[in-house]
């Protein structure tokens, strides 16, 4: 592998460009053929998969197993939630062709599950000892993307998405919260990404949903990336599909539902938040290689003592890496490395061995440090936690810097003209002024803060009462 | 959920009426609206779980890792390699419709993914140093089926797929053995398994490889179930899709390549071989639940009991359930978990408290034992690892009974009308006699042992010279 840095552009400069050109050049994606459709190259898939595991870990923990249910979801099916198919139908693909003959009923490739468990769930639901009902799924979708961004926006992507039902609305809305903040904790603690987390407005929730709470991250060009959404369903869906149960008073009812999902689009945030110029910045708990071991000379005295080093970091439980490479120079490795945002650096050359020190990196600061190879274990794993933490400060900071309270419309265009980010401002929770802003401005509301308290204001648009301020932004 | 063993036929009467029941009743899969789909439900899915944890260690053991390919392969993407094509075409499920408008261009559903993937590996693979290329792929694949079987043929199913690239035939040959190998060891191991380990002949081979190993097990009504696959695919794919490489001379090769999958159909097998009249077996190394605890009253002191066993196992590293519901009387439980296949059944009454014993059954034999509840974990993991091997045994003797070796059509056809089971038989490798011998008789050529030697005798058809006993039986 042959990396350069030549060609990258200044992250400052452009975001787009940079981020275009990193993600491939770091080998966490390719282009695939057909268009719109992306490739996760190793690099990349891996941290997916350290996202999953974790997710996973949550999910399980609360009682919800994972099931799968098929890609195909007939026609008739998915248009059968009337507000749910005209929010996806312009997004759908769809097969028309099976075994060489044209099918009798055309099968659309789910751009989401609610319709085809449902549709089960309606014949697994009987009692209220069969509830409450918890599933997960981890799955690929299908949206249709005229302009495909990695990651951000692709045609196929992969996600989980959990699907519960409940015997009361009680019940289903805590479990609605549970997830949204479920999310929160990984996107905080994992991705290190500090975001907003509250509800959608009503032209922003999901089709289908009485409530949508969502996590809402701020990317450096100021643009804002909705990552996570839980839905609470109400009783839409099982009315419905006639998703009913018998009380404990052998009263029917229909359940209560909630939905929620995280996708690799995750992944496009991370990358865009901690980069810089030499590259991407992983955070450690989500970096595949968390620390590359080089030796300065390929001499066996010096490989000896890296191959040492990674034992001892392996028994600590890090992932870590040497690279042997024969004829890339050390310069080379140290840019190829520091592109694909491995957090911690360890050169190890004559001077080390004698002196019996290490001497480390940080791709966070780019700050060197020398110290006793006895500290190794406990100076890496403090350095780990405090890039860790670093990444998530420096993404707060940049977050509350750019989260501005505006009380005239003037001073709203102004920011979302100019620098963006997030803008709280009175909104009198009518679609028309919702409607006007974002044609005028581009920015659209992202969210209600859950913990906002009800305050006297006037819309910032039509200049009515209002009583909240929402977070408003321009999104992916 | 309340279960029910009143349907259920005896699996020595009908073994797909059996086998079609039982999957449901137990809870494991469910049919999906499309027709040929299945749902995968929580208890069938942890199976799959449960062989992917360990396939996939295995994997990553090896240096392979995992990446994520896209779904569609344009039309002329998949059409490149000539007999790979010829061989899927019947399967194919397209979509033309793309975000409300036709498409220009086809996209096919992977039914595989060899082109798919080789058109990256042409991009990413220049030099010696990119080698071995090793990626593997948890994914869906799309095969029309017109009359689907859950698990064994459905139109969409889950699987693993490896595909790896190399500088040289011995290593490539290497990798395709290695693949194979692991699967058997999986089959064994896992699921409780024995089977044949051989190549497929040349009619019988993947669409595009040299050379097909495969691992084949002989289900309960004497037909064959083909249970992963590893390919030889020599240069065929690195010819058609141009991948190249310059060795260490300078010079510049075709890359060897090499491809092999484990899908869900595994499950199939499992069920089939180990279940019997009163529902699933599952080997213990892949059952959801290895215990069931059954309080024999719900009163609080037996429940007390039943909770100390839990933690102590599930400290001990068992998964284990105590089955609680107040509305379902003893025997009825009883019933449940020895349909859904759980292994060691553990029931607590008052008698059990007093003399602290634990009285415990045998999902494999129905032996019940009583012991002195000190001896609960030690007795616990004996107890399970009997379990797995007594399912391999059987399975074992049941392999061998039903292997016969033939030297006449008319005794070949006597077995093939009859009982079934493998045949080994000469045959002089000439695609007629294959093809009229599967006419006349359903048998196919299954594979040639690995181990075969070189014999002199006369093929079972034809009667001119052959150089081996083949494998023979009818397939799923």
Same mark, same amino acid.
């Not at 997710?55 to 507000?83: C, H, M, T, V």
């Not at 509250?198 to 289908?208: H, Q």
């Not at 400060?393 to 709203?412: G, H, I, M, P, S």
């Given at each position: 592998?042959? #990396?350069?840095?030549?060609?990258?552009?200044?992250?400052?400069?452009?975001?787009?460009?940079?981020?275009?050109?990193?993600?491939?050049?770091?080998?966490?994606?390719?282009?695939?053929?057909?268009?719109?459709?992306?490739?996760?190259?190793?690099?990349?898939?891996?941290?997916?998969?350290?996202?999953?595991?974790?997710?996973?870990?949550?999910?399980?923990?609360?009682?919800?197993?994972?099931?799968?249910?098929?890609? #195909?979801?007939?026609?008739?099916?998915?248009?059968?939630?009337? !507000?749910?198919?005209?929010?996806?139908?312009?997004?759908?693909?769809?097969?028309?062709?099976?075994?060489?003959?044209?099918?009798?009923?055309?099968?659309?490739?789910?751009?989401?599950?609610?319709?085809?468990?449902?549709?089960?769930?309606?014949?697994?639901?009987?009692?209220?000892?069969?509830?409450?009902?918890?599933?997960?799924?981890?799955?690929?979708?299908?949206?249709?993307?005229?302009?495909?961004?990695? #990651?951000?926006?692709?045609?196929?992507?992969?996600?989980?998405?959990?699907?519960?039902?409940?015997?009361?609305?009680?019940?289903? !809305?805590?479990?609605?919260?549970?997830?949204?903040?479920?999310?929160?904790?990984?996107?905080?603690?994992?991705?290190?990404?500090?975001?907003?987390?509250?509800?959608?407005?009503?032209?922003?929730?999901?089709?289908?949903?009485?409530?949508?709470?969502?996590?809402?991250?701020?990317?450096?060009?100021?643009?804002?990336?909705?990552?996570?959404?839980?839905?609470?369903?109400?009783?839409?869906?099982?009315?419905?599909?006639?998703?009913?149960?018998?009380?404990?008073?052998?009263?029917?009812?229909?359940?209560?539902?909630?939905?929620?999902?995280?996708?690799?689009?995750?992944?496009?945030?991370?990358?865009?938040?901690?980069?810089?110029?030499?590259?991407?910045?992983?955070?450690?708990?989500?970096?595949?290689?968390?620390?590359?071991?080089?030796?300065?000379?390929?001499?066996?005295?010096?490989?000896?003592?890296?191959?040492?080093?990674?034992?001892?970091?392996?028994?600590?439980?890090?992932?870590?890496?040497?690279?042997?490479?024969?004829?890339?120079?050390?310069?080379?490795?140290?840019?190829?490395?520091?592109?694909?945002?491995?957090?911690?650096?360890?050169?190890?050359?004559?001077?080390?061995?004698?002196?019996?020190?290490?001497?480390?990196?940080?791709?966070?600061?780019?700050?060197?440090?020398?110290?006793?190879?006895?500290?190794?274990?406990?100076?890496?794993?403090?350095?780990?936690?405090?890039?860790?933490?670093?990444?998530?400060?420096?993404?707060?900071?940049?977050?509350?810097?750019?989260?501005?309270?505006?009380?005239?419309?003037?001073?709203?265009?102004?920011?979302?003209?100019?620098?963006?980010?997030?803008?709280?401002?009175?909104?009198?929770?009518?679609?028309?002024?919702?409607?006007?802003?974002?044609?005028?401005?581009?920015?659209?509301?992202?969210?209600?803060?859950?913990?906002?308290?009800?305050?006297?204001?006037?819309?910032?648009?039509?200049?009515?009462?209002?009583?909240?301020?929402?977070?408003?932004?321009?999104?992916?």
């Amino acid at each position: 592998m042959n #990396f350069t840095k030549r060609d990258l552009p200044k992250k400052s400069e452009n975001l787009s460009d940079w981020y275009n050109k990193v993600i491939l050049s770091a080998e966490l994606v390719d282009h695939g053929p057909a268009k719109g459709t992306m490739i996760y190259r190793p690099y990349g898939f891996a941290i997916w998969e350290l996202i999953q595991k974790e997710l996973d870990r949550l999910i399980k923990e609360k009682g919800i197993s994972n099931a799968y249910f098929p890609l #195909f979801i007939p026609e008739s099916l998915i248009k059968k939630e009337e !507000s749910h198919i005209k929010g996806f139908s312009p997004e759908l693909a769809v097969v028309t062709i099976g075994g060489g003959e044209a099918l009798e009923e055309k099968l659309v490739i789910r751009p989401t599950s609610e319709t085809i468990i449902y549709e089960a769930y309606s014949r697994w639901i009987h009692s209220w000892r069969d509830l409450p009902l918890m599933i997960n799924q981890w799955a690929n979708v299908v949206r249709w993307e005229k302009r495909a961004y990695p #990651f951000l926006r692709t045609t196929e992507f992969l996600w989980q998405e959990g699907h519960t039902a409940h015997g009361n609305h009680e019940e289903s !809305s805590a479990l609605v919260l549970w997830a949204i903040k479920m999310y929160a904790q990984v996107y905080q603690e994992l991705l290190a990404l500090p975001g907003y987390l509250g509800r959608k407005s009503e032209s922003e929730k999901f089709a289908g949903a009485d409530l949508t709470l969502t996590y809402e991250c701020l990317m450096p060009e100021g643009k804002v990336l909705q990552n996570g959404t839980s839905h609470d369903l109400g009783q839409n869906f099982s009315k419905t599909f006639d998703i009913k149960f018998q009380d404990q008073e052998n009263k029917t009812d229909y359940v209560w539902q909630t939905s929620w999902g995280l996708s690799t689009r995750s992944i496009g945030g991370l990358i865009m938040t901690h980069g810089d110029d030499q590259g991407l910045i992983l955070p450690p708990r989500l970096a595949p290689i968390q620390i590359i071991i080089l030796p300065v000379k390929l001499e066996e005295k010096i490989l000896g003592a890296c191959r040492i080093i990674k034992e001892s970091l392996e028994r600590a439980g890090t992932r870590v890496k040497i690279d042997e490479l024969e004829t890339v120079t050390l310069g080379s490795k140290i840019n190829t490395w520091e592109l694909r945002g491995v957090p911690l650096r360890i050169e190890i050359g004559s001077k080390e061995v004698e002196n019996k020190t290490v001497t480390m990196a940080r791709r966070d600061t780019g700050e060197k440090l020398n110290f006793p190879i006895d500290q190794l274990v406990e100076k890496v794993s403090e350095l780990l936690n405090q890039i860790q933490t670093n990444l998530y400060d420096r993404a707060e900071k940049f977050l509350q810097d750019n989260t501005k309270e505006v009380y005239t419309y003037d001073e709203f265009k102004k920011i979302m003209l100019g620098e963006r980010g997030f803008v709280s401002a009175f909104w009198c929770e009518s679609e028309q002024c919702e409607k006007m802003i974002k044609e005028e401005t581009k920015a659209s509301t992202r969210c209600l803060l859950l913990d906002a308290q009800e305050q006297q204001g006037l819309c910032i648009y039509c200049q009515k009462p209002a009583q909240h301020q929402w977070l408003f932004g321009q999104a992916y």
